[in-house]
């Protein structure tokens, strides 16, 4: 039975893992990515509007 204690961790980890990864996957691309890219470009612009009016000032 020392086996089986042994073995029931890493085999835990491993399915955790997996998962973890499966799901990662699952969201890359498709409708999400599309809303994705529109956060990262409208974040991009409000730095950049940011960094403009703050370079103005000094």
Same mark, same amino acid.
């Given at each position: 039975?020392?086996?089986? *204690?042994? &073995?029931?961790?890493?085999?835990?980890?491993?399915?955790?893992?997996?998962?973890?990864?499966?799901?990662?996957?699952?969201? !890359?691309?498709? /409708?999400?990515? /599309?809303?994705?890219?529109? /956060?990262?470009? /409208?974040? &991009?612009?409000?730095?950049?509007?940011?960094? !403009?009016? *703050?370079? *103005?000032?000094?």
């Amino acid at each position: 039975m020392d086996y089986v *204690s042994a &073995l029931v961790p890493p085999v835990v980890m491993a399915v955790f893992f997996i998962g973890v990864i499966r799901v990662i996957v699952k969201t !890359q691309g498709g /409708a999400n990515k /599309a809303k994705e890219d529109a /956060a990262v470009d /409208a974040a &991009l612009a409000r730095a950049e509007g940011t960094k !403009q009016t *703050s370079g *103005s000032d000094a």
